[in-house]
C-alpha cells in the first residue's frame, strides 16, 4: 500500500469488519462474517495480520470451526515463519534465538565464530521447530474451542430462528432458550453469559420473561448498570405494553429504594395499561402498605371493587372482595369492618360458592360466643335454594358442600345440641341417595331350588352310598355344565367354569368432606381447601371443580382481559 487512499481505505474497512465482530463475531453461525474477514485480508497478502486473524478464530467455539484450522495450516505451512509471526512474536523469537545460540557456545567452551559452517544448520532447524511450536500453539486453542463446541452443538442446532420475527416462537423454541441460558449461566464467565442473553433477546424480544431473567442475573452479578438498562429497554421499547414487565419494574424500583419510580409504574398500569388488573391492585395496595399508608391502600381496594361492580360479569369481583377483607383483617386489624365487607359482598353476589366459604373461613377463625350462632345463620342462607327476593341461590351441589362444611365446624366447635340441628337439617336438604341398581344375591341353599339343595348336598366322590339319581344340572348357553367332579382336590382341578356372579354395581361414595375445614383454629392456618380462587366465576350452575390451592396465597389468578390484552398476549 503506497497511496495515502490505499492505507485510508484499508484503515476503514478495518474498523468495519472490527466493529461487526464487536457485536457478532462470536455467534455460532458468525463464519460468513470471518470469511469476508479472511478476504480482504489475503487481498492484502499481509500474511501476518491474517495468521493472528486465525489465531483470534480458533479461540471462538463457530460452526465451522474444523475448516479454519485445516486452513489456518495450509497457510502456515505454505509462508514463512518469519510472515506469520507478529511484530511481538518475532522479538521474542529473536531473544530466544539469541539465548539459544549462547548457551550452546558456553557448554562448547568457545564462543562460535563469524562464518561458522554450522550455523546455518542450526538456523534451519530452529525454523522448523519454531513453525511447530507456532502451530502447536493455535492447535491447543482449537482444540479447547472444540471441546466446548461440543457443549452447546446441541443447544445451537435447535436455534432455528435467530432473528426477531412478530410470529411467536413455539414452546420448543423457548424451552431451549432457557436451558440454554441456564447452561450458560453454570459453565459459563460473564462475557459469555451477556452475549447469550443479547442474542436471547433478538429472537425473543416480544417475552417479557427473559427480559426478567436477564435484569436478574445482571443484578446479582453486581452489574447494575447493566441491569437498569435491559429494564429501560424492556419497558420503554419492547414489552412496554406489557403489564408484567411493568409489575417487574415496579418490584424492582422498591427494593433499590427508587420508590417513586415504582410508584409511577403502578399508576401507569391502574391508569393506562390494565386497569383493573387484579394482580396489579393487590400488589399497588401492598405496596402502600409497606410505606405506611394503609388508607391509601384500602382506597385502592374500594375503587378497583367499584370499577368491577360496573361490570355485567366480573370475575375478579370475588377475589377483590376477598382480598380487600382479608387486608383489613390480618394487615391492619380492622375486623368489624372485614366482616361488614364480606357481608355486602354475599349479598351484593349472593350465587359465588367462594365468596360463601371465605365468609365461613372468617367466621370460623374468630373465635367468641357468637361464632356458631353466626356460622349457622351463613349456612342457612348460603343451604337455602331461593333467596328472599325469589331468586335462585347457590346450584345444589354447592349447597350441600357448603351443608358438609358447616358439619365439621361445628362439630368442632358447637355442642350437642348445634350439631344435631346441624345434622338434622343437612338431612331434610340433602337425604342419602340410593343406588340406582340393587344388588344381587346369591340365594341361600335353604331357600333354593331342588337342584340347587341337590348340589350342595351332593355325596363325596368316593364314599359308598347310594343316592337317589339327582336332576341333571342346568346346562348353560355356553354347553357348560355348573358343577363337575366331586368336592376332593381332584374334582376341584377338573371343574369346568360354573356360575359366575353377576357384576354388582359400584357402591355409593359418601359425601367428601373437604378436609382443609377441619381442626384448625388460627389465624393464619385457615383452610386448605379453599384459597384456589381462579376455578370461580360469579355465577356457578354446575359443581366446581376440586379446589387446590390453600387459604392466603393470592399468585393463582383468573386469566383477565384488559384493553385487549390476556395473560396469552395481545
Request: glycine residues 8%; proline residues 7%.
Amino acid at each position: 500500500m503506497s497511496s495515502c487512499v490505499e492505507i485510508c481505505f484499508w484503515i476503514m474497512c478495518v474498523r468495519l469488519f472490527e466493529r461487526g465482530i464487536t457485536y457478532v463475531g462470536t455467534d455460532y453461525l458468525s463464519h460468513l462474517l470471518w470469511d469476508k474477514y479472511i478476504d480482504f485480508e489475503y487481498t492484502q497478502q499481509e500474511w501476518s495480520r491474517l495468521a493472528q486473524l486465525y489465531t483470534r478464530i480458533l479461540q471462538i467455539p463457530l460452526h465451522q470451526l474444523d475448516r479454519y484450522y485445516n486452513s489456518f495450516k495450509q497457510i502456515a505451512s505454505s509462508r514463512p515463519i518469519s510472515e506469520l509471526r507478529s511484530a511481538d512474536e518475532a522479538a521474542e523469537a529473536a531473544v530466544a534465538a539469541t539465548s539459544t545460540v549462547e548457551t550452546a557456545a558456553t557448554e562448547d567452551g568457545a564462543e562460535a565464530p563469524p562464518g561458522d559452517p554450522e550455523a546455518p544448520k542450526l538456523e534451519k532447524s530452529t525454523e522448523t521447530e519454531d513453525l511447530e511450536k507456532f502451530i502447536g500453539v493455535r492447535e491447543a486453542l482449537y482444540k479447547k474451542a472444540k471441546d466446548w463446541d461440543a457443549k452447546i452443538r446441541d443447544f445451537e442446532t435447535a436455534i432455528r430462528r435467530p432473528y426477531f420475527h412478530v410470529k411467536p416462537l413455539d414452546d420448543m423454541q423457548l424451552g431451549n432458550w432457557h436451558r440454554y441460558l441456564e447452561f450458560i449461566e453454570k459453565e459459563g464467565d460473564t462475557e459469555k453469559v451477556v452475549k447469550l442473553y443479547e442474542r436471547c433477546l433478538i429472537a425473543c424480544a416480544n417475552y417479557p420473561e427473559y427480559w426478567i431473567r436477564y435484569v436478574q442475573r445482571m443484578e446479582e452479578e453486581g452489574n447494575m448498570e447493566a441491569a437498569a438498562d435491559a429494564l429501560s429497554r424492556s419497558t420503554e421499547i419492547f414489552v412496554k405494553r406489557r403489564p408484567e414487565i411493568h409489575l417487574f419494574s415496579a418490584r424492582f424500583k422498591e427494593f433499590q429504594g427508587d420508590i417513586k419510580g415504582a410508584r409511577a409504574e403502578y399508576d401507569l398500569l391502574s391508569s393506562d395499561l390494565a386497569p383493573g388488573l387484579l394482580e396489579a391492585v393487590i400488589k399497588h395496595a401492598n405496596f402502600e402498605h409497606r410505606q405506611g399508608n394503609p388508607e391509601a391502600a384500602t382506597s385502592l381496594f374500594i375503587s378497583a371493587i367499584e370499577a368491577e361492580k360496573s361490570k355485567e360479569e366480573s370475575r375478579a369481583l370475588p377475589l377483590l372482595y376477598i382480598q380487600y377483607a382479608r387486608f383489613l383483617d390480618q394487615i391492619i386489624g380492622r375486623t368489624d369492618e372485614a366482616r361488614e365487607a364480606y357481608m355486602a359482598s354475599v349479598e351484593h353476589m349472593p350465587t359465588s360458592k367462594v365468596l360463601w366459604e371465605a365468609v365461613i373461613h372468617f367466621e370460623s377463625i374468630h373465635a367468641g360466643e357468637k361464632r356458631v350462632p353466626r356460622l349457622d345463620s351463613l349456612v342457612e342462607q348460603a343451604t337455602a335454594p331461593f333467596r328472599p327476593d325469589g331468586s335462585q341461590g347457590l346450584s345444589a351441589a354447592d349447597r350441600e358442600e357448603i351443608s358438609s362444611i358447616y358439619l365439621e365446624l361445628v362439630d368442632l366447635f358447637g355442642d350437642v345440641v348445634t350439631v344435631k340441628k346441624a345434622e338434622q337439617r343437612h338431612k331434610t336438604l340433602f337425604p342419602p341417595r340410593k343406588s340406582s341398581s340393587e344388588s344381587k344375591k346369591r340365594p341361600s341353599p335353604e331357600s333354593g331350588s331342588v337342584t340347587e339343595r341337590a348340589k350342595v348336598h351332593k355325596p363325596y366322590a368316593g364314599a359308598h352310598t347310594v343316592a337317589s339319581p339327582a336332576p341333571a344340572p342346568p346346562a348353560y348357553a355356553n354347553g357348560q355344565v355348573q358343577w363337575g367332579g366331586g368336592y376332593g382336590p381332584q374334582g376341584y382341578a377338573q371343574q369346568p367354569q360354573g356360575w359366575q356372579p353377576p357384576p354388582q354395581a359400584p357402591p355409593v361414595q359418601p359425601q367428601q368432606w373437604n378436609p382443609g375445614y377441619g381442626g384448625q383454629q388460627d389465624v393464619q392456618g385457615g383452610y386448605g381447601g379453599y384459597g384456589g380462587y381462579a376455578a370461580y366465576g360469579p355465577p356457578q350452575q354446575q359443581p366446581p371443580p376440586q379446589q387446590q390451592a390453600g387459604y392466603g396465597g393470592y399468585q393463582g389468578y383468573p386469566p383477565q382481559e384488559v384493553n385487549g390484552w390476556n395473560n396469552g398476549g395481545w
